[in-house]
Every structure is written in C-alpha cells, then in structure tokens.
C-alpha cells in the first residue's frame, strides 16, 4: 500500500530538522514540495534548501506542487477554509495516483510540526476518506514556529505551574489577559497586539525565526508596540512577506 510520511520541517533553520525527519526524507520515492504565490517563494526556497543537503537516497525525487489560493469571497472564513481544503484534497489524490507506485513512499514537508495550525493532517485524512486511493501516513514531529520563539528570547513558554493559550491575531482581544496570563499569537495579519493597552503586559516578538533574516524585539508591550509596528512595517516592505509571532505574557513566576 502507498504511504504518506508528513515531516515537520522546522521553522525556518535547516538545523532544525530532527534525524527522524531527515531519515524519513530519504525513505520517500517522492517527496511534494508545496509552491505558494510568488511571495512565499522563500519557503520553498527553504524545503529545497532541506532537500538538497540531508536527502542523499538517489531514488528519491522531488515533485512541486501549486497550491491554490484562497477564496474569500462572498462566504464565512470557515466555508473558505473548508472549499480551499476541499480544493487540496482534490489535488493530493491526483499526486498520489500519478506519482506513487501503489507501494510507494510519498513525504509532506511540512513547516514548524504538523500539529500546530497547519492543516495538512486533515487534508490527507480528507483524501483517505474520498476512498480513490488507498494509502495510510505516519506523522513525524518537528520544531514549531513557538519554541523558536521561546527559544531566541530565552524563555520558558509557561509561568510555573500555569496555562497557556496558543491562539491566533483574530481571537486575540476575548482573550488575553481576561483568561490566561500567557498567550502565543500566531497568524497575526492585524497586530492585534497594537490594540491590548495593558501597563504590565509583556511581549516577546520574532519574525522569520530560524532564518538568517531573524528578528526578536521584547519588553513591556505599550513601551515596545511602536518599535514592533515599525520594524514589522519595514520589513515586511523589504521583504515582501512576513511570518511572526509573538508571546504576551502578564506575571511573574509564583505570584499567585
Ligand atoms: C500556518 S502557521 C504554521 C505554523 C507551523 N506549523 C509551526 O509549527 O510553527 C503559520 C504561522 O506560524 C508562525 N510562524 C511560522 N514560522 C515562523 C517563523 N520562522 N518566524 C515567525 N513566525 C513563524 C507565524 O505566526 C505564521 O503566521
């Protein structure tokens, strides 16, 4: 039977790759490596980076796959994330009939782990219950977007003994700091931040983390929210694209 290996990647370093990531790279006949929009381009830059210095099997070869956008109009952000995973999960079958031997070994090189807001898990189950083709996958983990974070800025993600709350821009203003005194922002396209005007908030903020392009900014969050803005604005100009993420954090360590 064919099978689907789904490889977190990473977020952004090469080195982030995990002997498990690399070792089931180079068990795949074929490996999909998504092409986003012109803008994402350094992304796939990244996978082929990956590809280029761990895959070392000579059997195993690369297909490029486009993903198609998005379509917002005229329906709720749920019906369209629903037609777009429709939409890929229509072109995954095609991949994996056209593509892979019916033993065959296909890999999914997924950015940060395949957990965390990424919906490439759903989808292949969405193709598995199509029923067209019959495979099974495995998933392997990978370093998330998060603990690069935590990482550069040298913080633990939790207060000791509390919760966290991973959410996205969108939800961040029923949340924090009503609810948890921790919360992770990811998929932040409005700065949500920027609204939240909290003296004792702290945040910790990263862009294209991993990346040589790397950006950190921390400190108390009405102090720090203007240099954010700014050097996001900057280089998302330069760049052409932006990924961040960021940390808001109110408390200290046992001071319940
Ligand atoms: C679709 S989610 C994918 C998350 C990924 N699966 C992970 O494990 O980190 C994309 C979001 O992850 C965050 N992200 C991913 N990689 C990043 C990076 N290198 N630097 C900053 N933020 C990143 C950003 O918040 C971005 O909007």
Avoid at 1 to 10: A, E, N
Avoid at 48 to 77: F, G, L, Q, S, W
Avoid at 88 to 98: A, E, K, R, V
Wanted: charge should be negative.
């Amino acid at each position: 039977m064919r099978h689907i290996l789904i490889v977190g990647i990473g977020s952004g370093n090469p080195e982030h790759m995990t002997m498990q990531a690399i070792n089931a790279l180079n068990r795949a006949d074929v490996l999909f490596i998504a092409t986003k929009g012109a803008n994402k381009v350094e992304l796939a830059d990244i996978r082929r980076e990956i590809v280029e210095r761990y895959v070392t099997n000579p059997r195993t070869r690369t297909v490029e796959y486009a993903v198609p956008v998005r379509d917002t109009a005229d329906r709720t952000y749920g019906e369209s994330v629903d037609d777009w995973h429709a939409a890929i999960t229509g072109i995954y079958g095609q991949l994996f009939s056209g593509e892979l031997a019916d033993d065959g070994t296909g890999a999914f090189l997924v950015w940060g782990d395949p957990m965390l807001y990424d919906s490439t898990i759903r989808i292949i189950e969405r193709v598995k219950d199509a029923g067209e083709v019959a495979f099974d996958y495995s998933v392997i983990p990978g370093i998330t977007s998060l603990q690069a974070l935590c990482a550069s800025h040298r913080i633990p993600l939790n207060l000791v003994g509390k919760p966290v709350e991973i959410t996205t821009g969108r939800r961040l203003a029923g949340t924090f700091p009503q609810h948890n005194e921790t919360v992770a922002v990811m998929l932040d396209g409005v700065q949500a931040f920027s609204r939240i005007d909290d003296p004792e908030a702290m945040i910790y903020w990263g862009a294209y983390l991993g990346t040589v392009d790397e950006i950190v900014i921390s400190g108390n969050l009405l102090e720090k929210k203007q240099q954010i803005l700014e050097t996001r604005a900057r280089a998302r100009e330069k760049h052409g694209w932006i990924m961040d993420i960021y940390l808001l954090r109110k408390g200290e360590d046992f001071d319940d």
